[in-house]
């Protein structure tokens, strides 16, 4: 055998170990239910041990008692004067009347004479040598004691004088060890059975209260089994409601399963969307550089190709060319910028805080939207009071730039946007709205989402890379504020929620912020 076959469950090896090892090896079932048996055997078996001896003892005591009584009475004395009338064990067994079986004398005359009798069913037999010598080593000076006579068995003995006439009386034990054996051997066959009852009662109980933790074992291999590695994956694996009690301790076990397995399968979902939006955002990107790129290279070779052949007229050729080649580069750097500003609002960088007046933000904002969507209506809901944030002013117009043109671009002509500035619970809001068509439903939960395209968007005319929002997003979280947005057909409002900063009281005047950078 290898030292890996010896190895356990866990890849060390158990040999040395003995039953350790082989502890180990067993079943969590075997384990309790032997636990258990063994607790309770030892218990009845010990328990039994302590009863047999007692009721021994006191059986013992009750012979003693007895051969003590009937000593007493025998005829060896004289009741009045207890003067010795018998001089023989045979003489005094057989003057007395009502002796149990088995009854033993042992007498020693003044003389020095030793006699011993016993009486058996109504016949009295003189003692052999061997068994008077077994006798007579009883020391008589002694408490009571236990002799065993070859041929009669075990006698408890008690010790007499009287005058210069001692003894021993006995009677056998030959009942008592009857008694004891049929209650060992009552104890025995009842431990016994009841050891079964128990062993059969604990495998179903222990085995019915491990179910559930099989049953989480089972789920948790076949979820193991499943390919997570890679495609569309979801787990439906789950530890049933009946075996999920939360109620028990295993229970437990099988409910806090089922909830990693839910968010497991939640992550595994967000991941499998996350790079369905990655593939689409890497092909969208791929066609907004493609474009480009193959604009500036056919530019740039048919510059080349007019500059080698000499063609009349190259400079105001080559000049239009390098101007369509700055074209597509420029257009080429702000998808980069975007994807760059995304990345540096996750470090935490790219933030120059100062004082900023939303209220004049958002006028600015709308006469450039204005000037940008004539077809569209646009109005401004302020205030006369200047509502003071501090923030990046060139991120947070940027954010409200973004709105005005995501109003502008995804409504149809003739819409209604709205611009409003309030103060609300200590917050600045700036809200941008609009009575177009509203967001598809489909789309309104990942609208700000990165990666994320329009396209099924209200009447969405034009592709994008879906980094507008998402940015907007960013550069509000950068700023510990909140850019939501509510939607439903005719009405649709981006909200945008900033910590308002009061001006300074004593002068009116807004307060200073340094800025700070990245």
Excluded: K
Excluded at 237 to 244: D, F, G, N, Y
Excluded at 290 to 315: C, F, H, K, N
Excluded at 410 to 436: I, K, Q
Aim: charged residues 20%; proline residues 4%.
């Amino acid at each position: 055998m290898t030292r890996a076959d010896r190895a356990g469950d866990d890849g060390v090896d158990d040999s040395h170990r003995g039953p350790r090892g082989l502890w180990r090896r067993w079943s969590l079932q075997t384990r309790l239910m032997l636990t258990v048996v063994s607790i309770v055997a030892l218990t009845l078996v010990a328990s039994a041990v302590g009863l047999s001896t007692t009721i021994g003892t006191v059986l013992i005591g009750t012979v003693e008692s007895n051969v003590r009584t009937l000593t007493v009475g025998l005829q060896l004395f004289d009741n009045d004067s207890y003067v010795l009338r018998a001089r023989t064990a045979d003489e005094a067994i057989l003057g007395t009347r009502g002796l149990p079986d088995g009854y033993t004398l042992l007498v020693q005359s003044p003389t020095g004479q030793t006699t011993a009798a016993t009486y058996d069913e109504g016949v009295i037999r003189s003692l052999s040598p061997r068994q008077l010598a077994e006798l007579a080593t009883v020391d008589t000076s002694m408490a009571p004691a236990t002799v065993e006579l070859s041929g009669l068995g075990a006698y408890r003995v008690v010790s007499f004088s009287a005058g210069d006439v001692s003894g021993l009386a006995g009677l056998p034990l030959a009942q008592v060890d009857s008694t004891v054996a049929r209650l060992v051997t009552t104890i025995a066959v009842v431990t016994a059975g009841g050891l079964l009852l128990l062993s059969a009662a604990i495998a179903v109980v222990i085995r019915r209260s491990l179910r559930p933790l099989r049953v989480v074992a089972d789920t948790a291999s076949r979820v193991a089994s499943l390919p997570l590695a890679q495609g569309a994956v979801s787990i439906t694996e789950r530890v049933p409601r009946e075996e999920a009690d939360d109620h028990d301790e295993i229970g437990q076990v099988g409910a806090a399963l089922n909830t990693l397995l839910d968010h497991v399968d939640a992550s595994l979902v967000a991941r499998q969307r996350n790079e369905e939006r990655m593939r689409s955002f890497v092909a969208d990107a791929s066609h907004e550089l493609r474009t480009p790129l193959a604009s500036i290279r056919g530019y740039s070779e048919l510059s080349l190709r007019a500059m080698r052949q000499g063609v009349p007229g190259v400079e105001e050729t080559t000049t239009s060319a390098l101007e369509r080649i700055q074209a597509q580069s420029l257009r080429m750097t702000s998808l980069v910028e975007d994807l760059l500003l995304l990345a540096r609002l996750d470090e935490g960088q790219e933030l120059v805080y100062g004082t900023i007046d939303l209220t004049a933000l958002a006028v600015d904002c709308v006469a450039d939207a204005r000037a940008a969507g004539q077809d569209h209506e646009w109005r401004l809901d302020v205030g006369d009071e200047p509502v003071v944030v501090a923030g990046d002013a060139t991120r947070i117009t940027q954010v409200v730039a973004n709105l005005l043109a995501n109003a502008r671009v995804h409504t149809p002509a003739g819409t209604t946007v709205t611009t409003s500035v309030r103060l609300d619970a200590g917050n600045a809001v700036l809200t941008v709205h609009d009575d177009g068509p509203g967001i598809d439903p489909a789309l309104a939960d990942e609208i700000f989402e990165r990666f994320s395209r329009a396209d099924r968007s209200r009447a969405r005319q034009t592709g994008g890379t879906g980094l507008g929002l998402s940015i907007a997003r960013a550069i509000v979280a950068a700023h510990g504020g909140t850019l939501t947005v509510r939607s439903e057909p005719g009405s649709t409002a981006f909200e945008l929620r900033l910590t308002a900063r009061p001006a300074d009281p004593a002068t009116g005047a807004e307060p200073d912020v340094e800025p700070t950078g990245p």
